[in-house]
């Protein structure tokens, strides 16, 4: 009797197995302490504070729909804060979710990534992960808690819509960020080539097409409705925000973004340290950017190859790490910005194939030369070895991080806003400049915020070019027209002193006093003054005889009088300094300065003098004499005694960049020791790095000496800051085609 032929059964790969409780529970318990512990040290910037105020500052959904019209980004993070700020209006209940969202991504690693537990410990404290969307409360923790979603549900094959509620996250997914857009679609063709190719016919016989394509169907609709939330509407500020051109150094910046990905250690010499890179600063040299690409290459060629016999998860690397590298190319914001919580979903990527290598069907096809490549590099045993590596480096870059971040202070806009409120300033009017840094202390006094650079109020920024300027003078007089309108004083809130306040001054009627000052944070452009803002009567106090007897009001009666000269009312100013001389005994700083400034342009180059060595001989504002004493010599072309005035300004402060470029530009065009001068243009920048006069006179010195040398240098570096070639050429330095190429061969 024959033997009963029995049907063949596909063989599946078995799927990882859940990780014991004890050592998830304890993995998750020790990133929410540690988490806890950080995110209560950590100073939110400005924008966690514009996604909370976007939503905390509508009164309904209508409202909150209106404020995201202008942001350009999707509205899942965005939706998340409005219904947290339904409970309260601290922002630190973001900040808690976000945590909560991010245990949640290290449950799900935990529990069902196929990782080694070192590997899984590793990776849920890496920079990005732990402090980049965990600590940071942005929408980045919602991409990355939908990314390892879908991994996690990918494994469930015995799911009975498995391929419609797959695509139910990758809908979610998609409106959580603009990179998710991008990591939903190499999700989408990962999840139709692992069905369509797959050699395991498991997943056809058991799924019916119309499932895929429904699935495809509700991912790409999600993925129109996050298109239309980011693209900009009209007149907004980010529209015609990309770039489609060939660019050789963009590229070059772009492609770095990957390696920093696996190595984001930051510089530990910096109080910025955030957005640094250990191996990426001015001074890398080329040989070591070199090695860093070949090393980036080498791994990305060797997870391709890792990923190979999988065509959907490589489909995934292939189409997200790449897309993510274009974004950054072509997106002139994110470009501009090369910050760490863009390029750090290249990681993401990594982890996600990862994690779904081992869960995704063979291909049905293969190509064999390849095999055997992977056979020789062994690449299936060292691959965890290349993992685990990357893990570790990121999980020291994390740590690094937290420990900044928890020693140093993050941001001072909390510090700021906190003030404006204890000190009851926020029952002023406000305004406030620079309209993005200084909207999100209204998290803090829930108080609306004039900005004259848009010339509209509201508690946070409204991206939008309508009225948009950052001409110094209209923004100025805008700011001047809020405050004449109001009945009190006004709380002027600026990240500087634009307008050259100093602690008081009066402009056009309008008295700035400062009453406070925020400085020293590891975000480097969110530093504060506080100004309280009146109108200010000139005449009526010049003819108050208390007035002269009161510091405060002489020091603005003679910001009335510097500001009158600098409008050229030279005539009005020197009436008011001269009866300031009258009425009191004339040793008042500044006070003769500001006469020999006057006299100096009227041509009274004798009284001039008189008045500056005055008010050296008084012993008041030296150093702003002895300094105007050179200008007044240099334009008398006495170079001698120029260069003596202004060494006698660098006496008093050696710091003084203003004085040192311009010994500097004394020996360099009229003395003709541009070696000499070269020195003191070095030091200039090494006090001020952004002195960019000084790189351009760097620049005549060693085009005159013919220093090939100091030409490349300085001109990488003026490249660097975003100087164009043109205007390099406009400066009257000759870079010629054989120049240019060198420098690019350095970059």
Known sequence: QKPVAKKAHAIETPLPKAAEPVFVYSLVGAFLFIGLIGVFHHEMWRDELQVWLVGASAHNYGEFLRNMANECTPFGCYFVDFILSRFTDNPVIAQVFHLLLAAGTVYLIAR?????????VLVSFSYFLFFEYSLIARGYALTVFFVFLFCTLYQQV?????????SLILFCLANTTGHAVIMALGLLGMMVADYLFAQDVTLRKKYKPMQVVVGAVITLIGIYIAMKWISPPAGNHYSGNWFFGFDQERMARSLRTFWMSLIPIPQLSTLNFWNSNFFYTSTTSSFTFTVLFLLSVGIFLFCTLYY?????????YLAATIGLLLFNYTNNVIFSQFAANHYGFIFVTLIASSWLAPIAKKSAFTI???????NTLKVEKNFTYLLTG???????AGLIAYYKDYTELFSNIERTGKYIRDSHLDKMPEAGFIDYAVSPTSAFTQQTIYYPDRDTSARYTVSTDNKYTFDMNIVLNRLLNFIS???????????GDYFGIGHEKVIDNIQFRVVASFYGSIVPDEYYILYIAKKFDIDKVMNDPNSFRNSATLDAMLSEAHDLYQNGKTGEAKNILLTIEEKTNGKIPHLHSYLGMIYAKDSM????EKEFKMEIGLSLQKEEAFF???LLYYNRKEFANAITSWDSTLAINPKNSDAMNNIGVCYLNFDHLQGKAAQYFEKVIQINPDFMQAYYNLLACAQSMNDETILIKYTRILLSKGVSVNDIKARGINLSDALLQKINAQQ
């Open 112 to 120: 069902y990534a196929p990782f080694t537990k070192l590997q899984k």
């Open 158 to 166: 015995k799911w009975k819509n498995r391929y419609i509620g797959l």
């Open 308 to 316: 190979l016999p999988k065509i959907g998860v490589t489909l995934f």
């Open 368 to 374: 064999p030369p390849l095999n055997r490549l992977r």
């Open 390 to 396: 990357l893990f570790a480096v990121n999980m020291l």
């Open 485 to 495: 309108r109001q009945k009190d004083s006004v709380l002027f809130i600026s990240t």
């Open 605 to 608: 180059p004798a009284d001039a």
């Open 628 to 630: 105007n004493l050179g």
